[in-house]
């Protein structure tokens, strides 16, 4: 397994050991020491699946309070991913990571608490899992705008389908500062 830092401090690119033969395939997902010796604490206490079509935008997503930390994957398919830091004080503010995760690279992304996440499906559809460090807590369920100048981001998608939580979700500069992850040095 390699894990692979990327500029956010907590969001890692896991590449997993993939033995295969003319069977196919077998590789570790996750191995807490593994991960633990590569600065990933993570319980997983639920894991999500969802299956989208080919121009589906999910995102930007969190929870705030009661985060979750997140290790995402395709099972099938292709999709682009990112991650935004949204703590105002972070060094890494405003930032992003982008990666494409498929059944093809067998890459993850983990994603640490307090991040935004958000991914759009590239391939016909993808079926995509999240593991994830706590319940999902409807109180605490909030999005940002997948859209939002602020960040920049270039989707692979100018006219992505949205949910109807994505496409009313607010603008970063809208959400209330104790609605938004708290940045710890």
Known sequence: MKCIATELPGVVIVEPTVHGDERGFFYESFNRARFAAN???AT????????????????LHY?????????????????????VDIRPGSPTFGKSVAVMLSSENKR?????????????????????VYQCTSLYDPAADA???????????????SDPHLSKKDRNAPFFDEVPRE???????
């Open 39 to 41: 600065g990933i604490d």
């Open 143 to 157: 999005a940002i705008r997948w859209n939002d100048a602020r960040f920049a981001l270039d989707w692979p998608v």
């Open 108 to 128: 993850h992304l983990w994603i640490a608490p307090g991040y935004a996440h958000g991914f759009c499906v590239v391939s016909e559809k993808a079926t995509f």
């Open 44 to 59: 997983f206490v639920q894991t999500n699946v969802s299956q989208s079509q080919r121009g589906v935008l999910r995102g």
């Open 63 to 83: 929870q705030w309070p009661n985060p979750q930390g997140k290790l995402v994957s395709v099972l099938d398919g292709e999709v682009y991913d990112v991650a």
């Open 179 to 185: 609605r938004l992850p708290d940045y710890l040095p």
